[in-house]
């Protein structure tokens, strides 16, 4: 992301609905009561009234077919796409087995440098594929071989549920993972589809700490092939950190200044470099006459990338991990975090044709020296650069591919009291720097609590987690005393929805870029998105009749966002900005859902707690220092 002279700015405010008498983790601590989700029959005015009937099941299948080539929506017995995941999975009892080892060396993905420093995981860029089927059960052994670096490794997307310490987010669910030391990842997939694993250390993934994930499951139409994962990654030739270290010097300099621009788009780890003199294109084979699964990852630190098949539509069926209803698309926006099932349909002329991947750079502020660029070539004909053009028209913007209707419909919460109540919240939105309660720049909110609302400009206070000491360790210690610098907020209760109205803010006088907003422990709904500042009377635009689910969702420039989820993972969670440099920022939050309910805590003495004590006596004798929020 390049910027001049421009800091985004966003606010969050969260509406929460609770429903049982107050219990919370947090009374009696340092948490205002603004950063605690109070109920109707709590200690505060609520402005929302208790969710009828709380969080119930809402569709569950009960077909009994097998999946092949023209019957994906089967999977197995009692399940298929028509299954809600969060209601119920299978059991396979099946256990997969993975080793991911992080070393320290040096890299030339594309042959157009000399050679950067890199962190590869099992000497692979991209780390290797990790897959299995829904239901099963995952044990990831990660061990850390690097010399002088903490890690942790996060399983985007997956839900992690009664798992929350297995999230892999040092600061929050565990301690950094010191040098020398490993730490086993126990997950089960509950749900089905494409994502991806990182590193959650500071901005380490973008050394190379990155891998994908297929977890095979049902889809929502049929295809004969799968092609496996498409890894997209924005590359810089300095390294992740040292470009990290730049973004942050020029958004403290006066005035501001921009950042460094990617030099290239890797397409599963490789493309020829801007100059055409070194590296080689992605090939792929596809069979005349079939349809091709093709699974898009964007795993980009900084790019929104759009991507097309020359001649060739592409057929969405899923986003993120949600199974939706096919739509066909000349070209997909991904954004960083995001990820697209889609079919190809070789059903042109035997050839060769391009794939391409091109930073979006109209709307979504973008900007990359090169193109990603890989040849799809037809079974039998001799591999080729392609003459083909670009024949894609929906460019030039940073809309994400609509309508995404999810194919197991939901209705969200209680629309009826949620418009009821919205429509005359006081709500402000607060500028970066201005005092909480204080007037702000004339015509611009301010900073302020009332009830059950929290206004809250995550720039005035941005996240900085201690690597030592994780939000989990309070909750373990009962210690609900928490540091400021923490950005945390109080869920108390579980089988309750809540609301989030995020806001991105103009400052400095330009529109701000969008952000890339990404929910750990849940998927959310997305209700609406606008330009603009909200106002309470959009709430009658917004969707709760199926709106489109998933966990990463793009915040519009100089616009807002409205997104629900349900209490239904207690556990410690967050919720942010997916551009590396902005979550290195702190454009992030952490919320602590229905804390005395999680389930699985770690217990003293553990390897949870013993991997904190390894880190605590590492990080005492390092002569390194902390930059950033550590996320």
Request: charged share 15%.
């Amino acid at each position: 992301m390049k910027f001049s002279g421009v800091f985004s700015a966003a606010a969050l405010l969260f509406v929460g609905v609770q429903a049982t008498p107050l219990d919370s983790f947090a009374e009696g601590g340092n948490l205002p009561a603004s950063q605690i989700g109070y109920g109707s029959e709590g200690g505060h005015q609520a402005y929302l009234k208790k969710r009828e009937g709380a969080i119930v099941p809402r569709q569950t299948a009960d077909q009994s077919c097998i999946n092949s080539p023209t019957s994906r929506n089967c999977w197995s017995p009692g399940f298929s796409v028509d299954t809600d995941f969060d209601q119920k999975w299978p059991s396979t009892g099946v256990t997969r087995y993975y080793t991911l080892t992080i070393t320290n060396t040096t890299c030339n993905p594309d042959g157009g440098s000399p050679g950067r420093r890199c962190m590869l995981i099992n000497n692979q860029f991209p780390g290797p594929l990790i897959r299995a089927n829904w239901g099963d059960n995952l044990q990831i052994t990660v061990n850390n071989n690097m010399k002088s670096n903490g890690t942790s490794i996060h399983w985007h997307g997956l839900r992690q549920l009664s798992s929350t310490s297995m999230d892999g987010v040092n600061g929050i669910t565990e301690c950094a993972l010191a040098p020398g030391n490993s730490k086993i990842y126990k997950i089960q997939a509950t749900q089905f589809g494409t994502s991806w694993y990182h590193s959650h250390h500071a901005a380490q993934y973008g050394e190379g700490v990155v891998g994908p994930i297929i977890i095979d499951g049902p889809t929502s139409d049929n295809w004969d092939i799968d092609l496996g994962p498409l890894a997209i990654q924005d590359w810089f030739y300095m390294s992740a950190q040292d470009a990290d270290i730049a973004i942050l010097a020029g958004l403290n300099s006066q005035p501001p200044g921009p950042g460094p621009s990617a030099n290239n788009i890797l397409l599963n780890g490789t493309n020829m470099n801007p100059a055409g003199t070194s590296g080689k294109y992605l090939n792929f084979k596809v069979q005349k006459g079939k349809k091709h699964l093709l699974r898009l990852i964007n795993m980009s630190v900084d790019n929104t990338i759009r991507v097309s098949v020359d001649g060739h539509p592409l057929e969405i069926i899923t986003s993120d991990f949600v199974p939706v209803k096919p739509i066909f698309m000349d070209s997909v926006l991904v954004n960083v975090g995001q990820r697209y099932e889609v079919i190809i349909n070789a059903n042109q002329s035997a050839g060769n044709y391009w794939l391409r991947a091109e930073a979006e750079s109209t709307g979504c502020f973008s900007f990359n020296e090169g193109t990603g660029y890989a040849i799809m070539t037809y079974q039998g004909q001799k591999v080729a650069t392609p003459a083909t053009k670009s024949t894609y028209t929906n460019g030039g913007n940073c809309n994400e591919p609509s309508p995404l209707t999810p194919w197991v419909p939901n209705t969200v919460g209680n629309s009826t009291n949620f418009l009821t109540q919205v429509a005359t919240l006081p709500i402000g939105l607060g500028l970066p720097g201005v005092p909480e309660g204080v007037q702000g720049i004339p015509g611009n909110p301010y900073t302020y609590t009332d009830g059950n609302v929290v206004v809250w400009g995550i720039n005035a206070t941005s996240m900085d987690v201690n690597w030592g000491k994780p939000v989990l360790q309070y909750v373990m210690d009962k210690n609900n005393t928490f540091p400021r610098t923490e950005n945390l907020i109080e869920l108390a209760y579980e089988g309750e929805w809540t609301y989030w109205i995020i806001q991105n803010l103009i400052f400095a006088g330009a529109p701000p870029p969008p952000h890339p907003i990404h929910l750990h422990g849940h998927d959310f709904y997305v209700l609406g998105s606008g330009v603009g500042q909200w106002d309470n009377s959009f709430a009658q635009g917004l969707t709760f009749n199926n709106p489109t689910r998933r966990d990463t969702a793009t915040l519009p420039g100089n616009g807002w966002l409205a997104l629900a989820f349900p209490t239904d993972n207690p556990g410690a969670w967050l919720m942010h900005c997916h551009i590396a440099w902005h979550i290195s920022e702190g454009l992030g939050i952490q919320f602590l859902e229905a804390a005395s309910s999680i389930a699985n805590l770690p217990q003293a003495g553990d390897a949870w707690s013993q991997q904190c004590t390894s880190w605590n006596n590492y990080w005492k004798n390092t002569p390194w220092q902390k930059f950033g929020s550590g996320l």
